[in-house]
């Protein structure tokens, strides 16, 4: 900064846009979703600069893969570890009662997107909570390797998921 207060105000704003963030390096695909632990601020004897130095829990991924299905399928998930999956619904025409994989969804209405979502945890449609319209135990997950999805009838269906790694 080109004062205390600058060198200051800029630490607090790097530690708020680091608190939860997601790093990523020009070396690799990978991308790391991260959550500040702890940090130390050191004086570096050069007015107005200090170090730095944080520490991250951080999860291992490659970016959003996502497939456009109309019926059953398959999907390959390259990661290692199992991680959360959502599934867009978007059916063309108005249905009362519709199954995929194992998750029974009521109520779909023609255009209107329903989405359950293993990777944020919620299940929504046109931005309304209807998680009661469904007989949803768990939010779904992708194993690694190949995944079926399997649905009741043919339906214009997006799966999207990070490939996780150990």
Same mark, same amino acid.
């Given at each position: 900064?080109?004062?205390?207060?600058d060198?200051q105000?800029?630490?607090?704003?790097?530690?708020?846009?680091?608190?939860?963030?997601?790093?990523?390096?020009?070396?690799?695909?990978?991308?790391?979703?991260?959550?500040?632990?702890?940090?130390?601020?050191?004086?570096?004897?050069?007015?107005y600069?200090?170090?730095?130095?944080?520490?991250?829990?951080?999860? &291992?991924?490659?970016?959003?893969?996502?497939?456009?299905?109309?019926?059953n /399928?398959?999907?390959?998930?390259? /990661?290692?570890?199992?991680?959360g999956?959502?599934?867009?619904?978007?059916?063309?025409?108005a249905?009362?009662?519709?199954?995929?994989?194992?998750?029974?969804?009521?109520? #779909?209405?023609? &255009?209107?997107?329903?989405?359950? *979502?293993?990777?944020?945890?919620?299940?929504?449609?046109?931005g309304?909570n209807?998680? #009661?319209?469904? *007989?949803?135990?768990?939010?779904?997950?992708?194993?690694?390797?190949?995944?079926?999805?399997?649905?009741?009838?043919?339906?214009p269906?997006?799966?999207?998921?990070?490939?996780?790694?150990?």
């Open positions: 900064g080109n004062s205390e207060e060198l105000e800029n630490i607090s704003n790097l530690l708020v846009a680091c608190r939860k963030c997601v790093i990523q390096t020009t070396a690799s695909r990978f991308e790391y979703p991260a959550i500040l632990t702890e940090y130390s601020d050191d004086d570096t004897g050069v007015e600069y200090h170090l730095v130095t944080m520490n991250f829990i951080v999860i &291992k991924r490659l970016p959003l893969v996502t497939h456009e299905l109309t019926g /399928g398959s999907v390959k998930n390259l /990661g290692n570890v199992e991680s999956m959502r599934m867009e619904i978007t059916p063309t025409t249905t009362s009662s519709f199954k995929i994989n194992g998750i029974t969804v009521k109520n #779909l209405k023609a &255009k209107e997107t329903f989405i359950i *979502d293993g990777i944020e945890g919620k299940v929504t449609a046109g309304i209807r998680f #009661l319209d469904t *007989d949803i135990i768990d939010f779904p997950k992708i194993r690694p390797g190949m995944n079926e999805i399997v649905m009741s009838a043919n339906m269906v997006k799966v999207s998921f990070y490939p996780v790694f150990m």
